[in-house]
């Protein structure tokens, strides 16, 4: 074991290499050499070892501990486990640790060594290299740095595209502020509250409020006095305070009468949903104080952006929709409340300033207390098909309230759009419902219609019940079926208008609108007729070339 050592004393000056020894060629590379004695309990550094350490050639104390002292205080612990372990047992080892030169400086070390053992088990000698890597190390920490920021906003980026997708896939308001709300808690935040102004200057407002352990958004709509109110629980419930303070803060500062609210925690982010240069609301989050899930208020103003956009073009199309009710006739007038029942409907003519639409639908108690549900499509275009449906809808309602019976109901029409000079023909499909304890029984007729789907507990498909189009021939067939709606399940009734929906060739189809409305089961009726059209107004890129109408029928709990 001595010969071993004392070869390794002297390996340098015994192999030449030119006019140089290994141990010069490595001083010229920057690479310091070191040998340990521990019986003499000595440590010997050559000049270039000295010189990665910041010292003056000879300087250095030549013991064990001067070499440790060298070692930064939050490396020296594992450095020295990894040297006891290696002097247990022998070996090859190799730390990476930083050294405070004496200039206060400190710079990234790597140390490779060999520690040898004698017959005893104890070490007899050891010996290795040193060189500076901090170059190398700060270029790999930077890379490390980058290639996370890198990962971190590719994710970012899919999830606002995703955000966007759900964003925009409804044209109802207090849907987009649930799904803002849903999004950013808990991906971007805590939790968070969404507001929303949805008149001037005050008017109603509708709030958002989202905590991570809800199981949903919960939607509050009131005045600006209840959001601050939701404000401040957010906050208390969250460990954060907020106070009415100065107006020169942000939020609701343009609210005559109304006090602004601070946000006294440093986490609690506050961001003004904008629209064309108008504030139309604000996002109040609290951000996470954990690393490991923290995010940036950037991406929190990204989403919020996104979800600006989609709450101004929701409320543009409500806007449009209120625009376009001062002109239509009574197919669009509001549904009546019925016990039992959640009755929604969707309808966009293909001409928006007028309603000059072949479309018709009506819903009106029977003599019978039971209820009519009728929808209905006239051939033709324009002031003619506007005349038609208006006729029928008269003519219909007639029918049904001296028929009851759908079939029968059918034949009556069928009887008096024949006898019309103008022949107007009809396409049509009638639920006849009658709502009770355990659910509705519901009779379906059709007409020559698209058949009505039936959507219920994670399903869909099509009913069977066919017919002869209406005013075309004196004998006419109507196949009628009867279904029993359990509460939460949902009949479905649409024009032609929804399935030919087109993009490029490309038809919306019966398939896309079953998922559509399987998508929007559980929520209420008009969330499933609202999905619906967004759906074929996206599809048609907002110019569908017929008008679109679809009306829902679900059953609820009649003790709700």
Known sequence: MADAVNDADSAGDQVPFGSRTPMELLGNIGVGTWQWHPAAGAVTWDETTERVYGLEAGVFEGTFD????????????????VIQKVAEQGGDYSIRHRAILPSGETRWLEGQGRILLGDEGSPVAGFGIV????????????RSELMAKELASREELHFLIDAGDRLTGTLNTERVAERLADLIAPRVAAACIVDVRLDDPAGWVLT??????????????????????????????????AVAANPDVWLRTDIPGVPA???????????????????????????????????????LEAISKRGAVALAHAELYADRSRFISMFQTRETRPTPEVPGLDIAIHYRPATDLVRLSGDLYDVFRLADGT???????????????AGHAELCRSALRAAALSAEDPKRTLEVLNRVLLGEDSRPMLTAALLRCEPGPSGTRVVVASAGHPPAIHVGHGEWHELDASGTMLGVTPEPRFDVTEVHLEPGAAIVLYSDGVTEGRFGRA???????G????????????GMAEDVGAAVDTWTSGDPLDDVL??????VDSNE
């Not at 958002?208 to 709509?221: G, T």
């Not at 209820?371 to 098909?385: F, L, N, S």
């Not at 679809?550 to 059953?555: Q, S, Y």
């Open 66 to 81: 001067a070499f440790v002292e060298r070692i930064h205080p939050e490396d020296r612990d594992e450095a020295l486990a």
């Open 131 to 142: 060189y500076d890597i901090t170059d190398r190390y700060m270029n790999e920490l930077e």
């Open 208 to 241: 958002c409020v989202k905590r991570e352990e809800d199981d949903a958004p919960r939607i509050e709509v009131g005045s600006t006095h209840q959001l601050l109110a939701s404000a401040d629980r957010l906050a208390m419930s969250t460990g954060a305070t």
């Open 261 to 299: 609210l601070e946000l006294a925690d440093a986490n609690l982010v506050a961001v003004p949903l904008m629209s064309h240069g108008t504030r139309i609301g604000n996002v109040v989050a609290l951000l996470r104080d954990d690393p490991e899930r923290s995010t940036t208020p950037e991406l």
């Open 371 to 385: 209820w009519m549900v009728a929808v209905g499509d006239v051939c033709g275009k324009g002031v003619v098909a």
């Open 507 to 513: 038809f919306f189809g019966i398939e896309r609108l």
């Open 515 to 526: 998922q559509t409305l399987l998508g929007a089961w559980s929520g209420p009726a008009s």
């Open 550 to 555: 679809v009306a829902v029928v679900k059953a």
